[in-house]
């Protein structure tokens, strides 16, 4: 035993390190009721025009405008009422000079009008309506198109399906949305301390929590987890759940990388693929992997996250998150940087060496450290962000300013 | 024909009657895999002590304090080790005075310790260790209870379910959560004019937007949105869809609510339920409905919407998303009031004699009003954000201060 990190890299170049990984996105037809908060993986272009047709945007009548330009409350216009066209119908007539069709709202224009004068500029009198007002030419008409031509481009690739979007492909009768498929996360927890929920607790155990914490982040981030057994912590067991998920485009482990628990993820790495990352100078989170399978699951990315939960979320949420959004297309949606300037609460003494990320509740405006060691689950329940610390920071007074970032997973 | 709405609101009274309308939340147990960003339905306690047991904090060995406290690089403390105790493992003896125990972390403290030495100040030198330095009583103990006390309060109830709450419900080896169920809205488009997506365009017709949008803005209100086949705008189809969803919380309907257009659900309410709004001094929108069905689904709320996709969508938004929100417990989550205020780019004429929402798209820090009719669907696919005006004001010039609110569903 000892420290048999390899070689601690800084936070930065991990992170440029992950951020080139290959992934090849797929992509996918989804019946439109279920499209919502996907992305779309290709432009689509209008098939029709919208509106579809010449239609009234009003209930009223369709008149030839010209008859009406005298018209006036005192001294209305009579017309000859042809025939009533609701919407979904089509008129059997033809408007012609004297004459009117009433027509209610998405209606199509009968032949002859150019205009619609609206219900309440008109008045019913035995078989004729009285027109009240005058109105200009192609009033209260949307002509063909006049929303949108076909051939437009519509949305394109990209784009995060909202209802508003959905209402844009419906409007072409497109059923079927193309977008990208949810990469797909196989999430694993690993240790011999480790029982599932609901067995009886014994002494030394405890509950699974990491394949649930991460199997919900990973979902919070766009993509398919997939959820794993809990993993013994010894070669044979984790080679094979390893080979197990081959079809998954990601694993994700946690337990079993710090150089005192035995390594094992960095022994089957070595045997079956490639590592990365071995270690990283943050607090929490040091012994973390990140790999590439070569063997059986040819370039399928792996990360190994620490055991502690509040150390692999926010390994997770500085380092993985950032990239499964990206892979899912979800980077660019909601990523404004909401970060917010406070002054801590109370002096603060870093880790030694390492950059920290600091748990933080904010309160009366001001930014208090939760000192709970990385064990400690509710650390992360109570805090509203994090502050970062860089590594060669010695103490933080009272009163300093930080910057709090919020978790993506909050 | 003519304007035959009974009674037009005004909208801050149709605010008020949706707010009172009664709900009765329902509770369910969900797998904790499925719990993600739903809401509790009860306060969790601790069934167990966080940790479970008296635990190492750090890779190290664990001592009597007081073995160390003489110890310094340069003249160490040499201890018979005893044995290696792993996470998951239990010690099978204990540490006595000149003796310890290599521990991992997680792994439970040993009997007779009182510290833990990490292992970076220790050293192997045959079957003892040598300790390189002084440990404080307790250091890098992690103490039974010492996170969480059995009993405790865990979670509220009413608390949005965030992947580090299910490590704090995954931590208790809690592995069915109490959640609200999600309200079941039926989500109904009609009229004679609008046919199935992907079926063959005909002069005349429009495709069916609206059960789509709707559909997923229900989802966006955390509700379960039921689709239903379009349903042609007479008295009978549409009294035997909303009998045919009796088992649903709540219907909306949409188009067949202006009186131009034959006013079906108006009617079909005469017969089996109440009609508690028709007609809001809004635009768009005016001619929505809110009711109460009295016969075979007593008590469902109906909610009837213009046809065109834009006005029934922001009559969604304005009228309808707040009180899904909190019937789904979802009020309180994400309704931070993100209004930004801007200059209007353009001088701006709004309708008269109703409140107006105003759908603008801001560039360059303007809100640039966007001047479509309601009938096209692009208005809200283009815009960010919408503005309110005042029923009386007459005119709104070029750089008046606009208070730009966000769309929900966006």
């Known amino acids: 035993m ?17 951020s080139t990984l290959p992934f090849n996105k797929k992509v996918e037809k989804l019946a439109i009721e279920n499209a919502y908060q996907r992305v779309l993986s290709e432009n689509i272009y209008a098939t029709i025009n919208l509106p579809p047709f010449k239609r009234a945007a009003m209930d009223g009548y369709a008149v030839k405008a010209k008859d009406t330009f005298r018209a006036s409350e005192d001294k209305p216009t009579s017309l000859k009422l042809l025939e009533v066209t609701m919407a979904g119908e089509v008129s059997q007539n033809k408007v012609e000079e004297g004459t009117c069709i009433e027509v209610s709202t998405g209606a199509p224009i009968p032949e002859g009008a150019d205009a619609v004068i609206m219900i309440e500029f008109a008045e019913k009198k035995d078989e004729d309506i009285l027109i009240l007002d005058s109105v200009t030419l192609g009033a209260n008409i949307a002509g063909e198109g006049s929303d949108v031509k076909k051939g437009e481009l519509l949305l394109s690739e990209g784009e995060f399906i909202t209802p508003d979007k959905i209402g844009v492909l419906s409007a072409i009768g497109l059923s079927k949305i193309p977008v990208y498929v949810k990469p797909q996360v196989a999430v694993i927890s690993t240790g011999n301390e480790i029982i599932k929920l609901d067995e009886k607790m014994e002494y030394g155990k405890i509950y699974d929590i990491n394949s649930y914490t991460l199997y919900n982040a990973v979902k919070s981030c766009g993509c398919q987890p997939i959820h794993s057994e809990i993993v013994k912590d010894d070669f044979e067991s984790l080679k094979n759940k390893i080979i197990e998920f081959k079809d998954a485009d990601i ?13 094992v993820l960095r022994m ?25 399978i070569k063997d059986e699951n040819e370039g399928q990315i792996i990360f190994g996250l620490p055991g502690y939960p509040v150390s692999a979320l926010m390994i997770f949420h500085v380092f993985i998150a950032p990239f499964l ?12 940087n909401n970060t917010i300037k406070l002054k801590l609460s109370r002096r603060f003494r870093p880790a030694r060496g390492r950059k920290q990320y600091v748990l933080v509740k904010i309160q009366e405006n001001q930014a208090h450290p939760i000192l709970k060691d990385s064990g400690a689950i509710t650390a992360l329940s109570e805090a509203d962000g994090y502050f970062e610390v860089p590594k060669n920071v010695e103490i933080l007074e009272e009163g300093s300013n930080v910057t709090v970032m919020p978790l993506y997973f909050k």
């Open 268 to 292: 089957v790495l070595d045997e079956i693929g490639e590592v990365l990352v071995h270690g990283i100078a943050v607090k929490p989170g040091k012994p973390t992997i990140v790999g590439l």
């Open 325 to 336: 959004r990206k892979i899912s297309s979800l980077n660019g949606v909601d990523e404004e």
């Open 2 to 18: 000892g420290n048999e990190f390899l070689n601690i890299m800084n936070p930065e170049d991990v992170k440029k390190i992950i």
């Open 251 to 263: 694993i994700i482990t946690s337990g079993g990388t710090s150089a005192g628990a035995g390594d």
